[in-house]
C-alpha cells in the first residue's frame, strides 16, 4: 500500500458563551488542524494536531507531505523517524512534533482499517473494553459568580453519570480558589472525584502553599502547577505535597518526558496523542513512565478524531500497578460546547454513567462524516 496524498482541513466552530482558563486566554472559537491521509487502495486515514491549526497546516504541507507520498502506512515508525530528523534541527518540541502527531494517528487509522482491526489490536490489546472518563470543565465564565457557577456545573456533571471532575483553578487569589475547590468538594460529596488544573499559573512557592491547603479535599491530582518549562520546580512540588502532582500537555517525544519521569518530577504524566508525538510516540512515553512507577494518564482537548485516538492507546494502558481493585487510567472527556467533538463522528463518542466504551471498529473506530466536516472547514 502507498500513501497518494495528505490533506490537512482547518476546522472551526464558534464558542457561543466564551470562558476564561488561569491563562487569561479566551476561548471564543474552538478550531483544529485535521488530517486526512489517502492511499492507492482507496483506504483513507484520520488524524489531528493539537494547537493553532493554520501553522500544523503549513507545516505539514511545506515540510512533511511531501517526503509521506509514496511511503507504506504500514512503515509509521520508519516515517515517524524520518520526519522528525528532518525537523529536529529546526524545533524538536512544539509544533513540529504536533504537526507529525497527526500524520501518525492517520497512519495507525489506515492500518487498522486495513487489517480491520481497532487501534489498540495492533499495539498491543485492550486491557480494558470501557474505561473511566473524567470531566473537565469548570472554567471561570461570569466573573461575579465564580464560585456558583463552578458549583452548578460540578453537579450537573455529577447528575449526568460522571464519577469523576476536573475543575480549573488560577484565579490568582488563592483564597477565592481554595474556596472555590472547598464549594464543589462539597456540593459533590466523597462519592465523585476530584481533580485540579491550574494552566501552570503559579510559582514553586504558590503551588506548595496552595497545595498544601487543598489537600484535605481529597483531591486525584494538582495539575500543571506551575511552568512546563521548568521540571526542577516541579520536583519540588510533587516532593512537597502529599498529593499527585500532574502534568506533561506541553512536553513533546520520549526525549521530552525522558528527565521529567527519571527525575520524578510528576506523579503523572499526561502526553496528548495529538501533540506528543501521535500513538507511536506516546507509547514510547509510557514504556518509560511503566518503567519509573510513574502513572501515564493521557491529556486530550479536541475534535471525535482526537478523543477516538486518545480512547485507543488508552485502552491498551496497563493499570499501574496492577492490584486486585485498581484504577484505571482515566478518560479525560472534556465538556466545554465543542460541535467538532460531538458531531465530526457518525456514531459520536458518549459517556453513559461515566463509562466510554472502547470503539471495536476498524482503525480509530469512527466513522467521520463529511458533511459535518465540510461544514466547519474554513480552510
Ligand atoms: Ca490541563
Known amino acids: 500500500m502507498r500513501i497518494t496524498d495528505v490533506t490537512c482541513h482547518i476546522l472551526q466552530s464558534k464558542v457561543e458563551q466564551p470562558f476564561v482558563s488561569a491563562r487569561g486566554w479566551v476561548y471564543s472559537t474552538r478550531a483544529s488542524c485535521i488530517v486526512e491521509v489517502s492511499t492507492d487502495e482507496g483506504i483513507t486515514g484520520w488524524g489531528e494536531c493539537y494547537g493553532p491549526a493554520a501553522v500544523n497546516k503549513a507545516l505539514i504541507d511545506t515540510q512533511y507531505r511531501p517526503r509521506v507520498i509514496g511511503r507504506d502506512p504500514f512503515d509509521v515508525e520508519v516515517v515517524w523517524e524520518d520526519l ?58 461570569d466573573m461575579e ?9 460540578a453537579q450537573k456533571y455529577a447528575a449526568q453519570g460522571f464519577h469523576a471532575i476536573k475543575m480549573k483553578i488560577g484565579l490568582g487569589d488563592a483564597k477565592l480558589d481554595l474556596r472555590r475547590v472547598a464549594a464543589v ?8 472525584k476530584l481533580a485540579v488544573d491550574a494552566n501552570h499559573c503559579f510559582t514553586v512557592p504558590q503551588a506548595i502553599q496552595l497545595g498544601r491547603a487543598m489537600e484535605e479535599l481529597d ?33 513533546f517525544t520520549r526525549w521530552g518526558f525522558r528527565d521529567i519521569i527519571a527525575s520524578k518530577a510528576m506523579d503523572i504524566v499526561q502526553p496528548d496523542v495529538c501533540a506528543a508525538g501521535g500513538i507511536s510516540e506516546c507509547r514510547k ?7 519509573h512507577g510513574v502513572e501515564c494518564v493521557p ?15 488508552l485502552a491498551a494502558l496497563p493499570d499501574t ?37 472502547v470503539p471495536g471498529g476498524p482503525g480509530l473506530g469512527i466513522e467521520v462524516d463529511r458533511a459535518v466536516l465540510n461544514q466547519y472547514k474554513v480552510a
Open 185 to 192: 468538594r462539597e456540593a459533590i460529596g466523597p462519592g465523585v
Open 285 to 291: 512515553i509510557a514504556a518509560l513512565a511503566s518503567a
Open 299 to 313: 491529556h486530550a482537548w479536541g475534535s471525535a478524531i482526537g478523543l477516538a485516538a486518545t480512547v485507543q492507546f
Open 219 to 251: 483531591l486525584m491530582w494538582f495539575e500543571e502547577p506551575i511552568s512546563p518549562e521548568d521540571h526542577a520546580g516541579y520536583a519540588q512540588v510533587s516532593q512537597a505535597l502529599d498529593m499527585a502532582v500532574a502534568g506533561g500537555e506541553n512536553d
Open 84 to 141: 522528525y530528523n528532518r525537523i529536529k534541527d529546526y524545533g524538536a518540541q512544539g509544533f513540529s512534533i504536533t504537526a507529525l502527531s497527526g500524520i501518525d494517528i492517520a497512519l495507525w487509522d489506515i492500518m487498522g482499517r486495513a487489517v480491520n482491526k481497532p487501534v489498540h489490536k495492533l499495539i498491543g490489546g485492550a486491557h480494558r473494553a470501557e474505561v473511566q472518563a473524567y470531566a473537565t470543565g469548570l472554567y471561570f465564565i
Open 145 to 153: 459568580r465564580l464560585v456558583e457557577e463552578a458549583v452548578e456545573e
Open 321 to 357: 500497578p496492577p492490584c486486585l481493585r485498581p484504577a484505571p487510567p482515566m478518560l479525560e472527556f472534556e465538556q466545554t460546547p465543542n460541535p467538532l467533538r460531538d458531531h465530526l463522528a457518525k456514531e459520536p463518542i458518549v459517556q453513559v454513567n461515566g463509562i466510554v466504551a
